[in-house]
């Protein structure tokens, strides 16, 4: 589903854009009047329906950004840097990943006339960040903030106590009226805005101590694809990849 708001052009992840394995939501901005873009947290096994999405739109794909190095699935970045030459990849500096760019807080990036904000938001990762679109009051908030919960804090240098910390002084710092769009979603909701996760979230409305208490006590397993995830993502995920994501590069 294509959405035109303004002078951007956002394709979100509600039915186009959603990986149901992972169930990862990847996002496709784009500048209307340039037609620059910029995709945000693609999946590999879902590179060529994104690089398919970009050439049918007639955009000039700038940036294949992450908002963190992902443990769940494997990022498309490199694949969409073959399958759609000239874009680079972006990643934060602090993530301590491979990328054409790296951005820190405070930084923008640019694609025609629009601009997104980058906000460091640890916690879930040492890498994580927020995207902020202040011209379309619109948030892209990684794993730091789903909706109605948050990322999971136990591996990957997490830490409940930054994470609340990023989450309150970064995100819901922000107008009351800004959209918020996360990487993943479990039970079929695709947006959110700051009022209702500050009003709503059942996590991150608790104070802090009761929030490190609950993340302390989520019971989760171990991520199914975090061992060949993290390894791969760290340089644009192109290593070691497993048999059949291999061959699409030697299709190509």
Request: aromatic share 6%; with cysteine; charged share 25%.
């Amino acid at each position: 589903m294509v959405d035109t708001v303004t002078h951007i052009l956002v394709s979100s992840a509600k039915d186009t854009l959603f990986d149901r394995e992972s169930c990862t939501y990847t996002y496709l901005l784009a500048d209307d009047v340039s037609k620059e873009a910029v995709l945000i947290d693609p999946v590999i096994e879902l590179a060529e329906r994104d690089a398919q999405l970009v050439r049918e739109l007639g955009l000039d794909l700038k940036y294949v950004m992450n908002t963190h190095v992902h443990a769940d699935h494997i990022t498309g970045t490199g694949l969409l840097k073959k399958l759609v030459p000239g874009c680079k990849s972006l990643l934060s500096k602090e993530s301590g990943g491979v990328a054409d760019v790296h951005v820190e807080h405070g930084e923008t990036v640019s694609f025609g006339d629009q601009e997104l904000e980058v906000r460091r938001t640890p916690g879930h990762t040492n890498g994580c960040v927020t995207y902020v679109n202040h011209a379309q009051k619109l948030a892209f908030t990684g794993d730091a903030l789903l909706i109605r919960g948050c990322g999971r804090t136990d591996f990957q240098e997490g830490s409940s106590e930054v994470l609340y910390d990023s989450v309150h002084s970064q995100i819901f710092t922000l107008p009351d009226d800004y959209l918020l769009y996360p990487a993943h979603d479990y039970t079929g909701h695709s947006v959110t805005t700051v009022a209702e996760e500050k009003d709503c979230n059942p996590r991150l409305t608790k104070s802090k101590e009761e929030f490190i208490d609950i993340m302390a006590n989520l019971g989760l397993p171990y991520p199914d694809k975090i061992d060949e995830a993290l390894p791969a993502n760290k340089v644009c995920g192109l290593y070691n990849l497993p048999d059949n994501l291999a061959a699409k590069f030697e299709a190509e």
